[in-house]
């Protein structure tokens, strides 16, 4: 079964992508050439491929991932060298695929697993996913090309060995609870306990050969869980709102601005609003009448100082 189908991975999207399409039919730029391709329009940067198709492409390459979880299995299946070697092959060609197909970009307008170059916008978010996932499974490719045909012609064999004592010892179990005879089910329990101790011996030595934990600490399904929650949190993550920005308005009027500049008389403060100007002009005969009158004020309180003086000789 595979992890997730394009249904689901389409459902994922077009629901956590809400809040873009939203935006870009309000006419939104930020989202302007890739918030279409999550509402299942074509893709704007360039390649010919829309939503649904991503999400076929990206389902079959997780469910290709996801079979390499079975390495061990599917390396045992050979009857001589030639065959085994062959299967060898094959697990490493689909590795170096799934390795190279984690990339957050792989092409000139695809993204991972061949998908839309858009994805790889989202790489801060996912490129630590990307990477410790590309790291596992160049650990389970080494593991695979390790494996000698000696050593998995001995694994087979252990392996058939331990599943035909497992049907020696159900079988013989079975027989002794259906037998009435004390002298018959003590020899039934004889057979069960004799294969039981053969078994361990070949756990035992199933231990000592690497290759029979093959894809054991191989976990893509959490990967293909992370990369698909990290995706689908960035989504549905509502767009930080653009900065506040009074337009230029020739008038001044409705603008948030009385026209006045927040200090008139400060000479470093430019002023590019018409009003500031209308204000001034507004306003020049009551200034200048202010300097009149300070001038005169200074003027006459030094004539009284001079006065003052005079006499106290």
């Known amino acids: 079964m595979p992890r997730y189908t394009t249904e689901e991975i389409k459902a994922i ?20 050439k890739d918030a279409g391709y999550w509402d299942g329009g074509r893709c704007a940067y360039g390649g010919a491929h829309n939503l649904q198709e991503d999400c076929e492409r990206l389902a079959k390459f997780f469910s290709e991932i996801t079979e390499l979880k079975n390495a061990r299995k599917d390396l045992l299946k050979f009857d001589n060298r030639t065959e085994f070697e062959k299967n060898q092959q094959n697990l490493l060609t689909k590795a170096k695929q799934a390795i190279n197909g984690l990339q957050l ?28 996932f590309r790291r596992d499974l160049e650990r389970l490719k080494n593991d695979i090309e390790r494996v ?6 001995e694994l087979k064999r252990l392996t058939l060995e331990e599943r035909q004592l497992k049907q020696e010892i159900e079988e013989n179990e079975r027989k002794a609870q259906k037998e009435s005879d004390p002298t018959k089910k003590a020899k039934f329990l004889f057979l069960v306990n004799e294969a039981k101790e053969k078994w361990k011996k070949v756990l035992e030595r199933k231990k000592q050969l690497k290759s029979a934990n093959l894809g054991n600490n191989f976990d893509p399904n959490k990967h ?19 900065p506040l920005r009074t337009p230029f308005n020739p008038t001044g009027a409705n ?25 001034w002009q507004e306003n020049k005969q009551l200034l200048i009448f202010s300097g009149i009158a300070l001038a005169l004020t200074f003027y006459l309180y030094s004539q009284k100082e001079t006065e003052e003086n005079y006499y106290d000789y």
């Open 255 to 279: 603008n948030g601005s009385t026209g006045i500049p927040s200090n008139p008389f400060d000479p470093f403060q430019p002023s590019h609003n018409p009003a500031d100007k209308n204000w």
């Open 105 to 132: 970009k792989t092409g000139a307008n695809t993204s991972v697993g061949g998908i839309c170059i858009i994805w790889d916008s989202f790489s801060d978010l996912l490129g630590s996913i990307v990477e410790d």
């Open 13 to 32: 999207f077009t629901r956590s992508a809400s809040i873009r399409i939203s935006q870009k039919r309000r006419g939104d730029e930020r989202y302007k």
């Open 148 to 153: 000698s045909y000696n050593e998995a012609k």
């Open 224 to 242: 293909i869980d992370d990369f698909l929650k990290k995706l689908e949190d960035k989504l549905n993550r509502k767009p930080p709102k653009p």
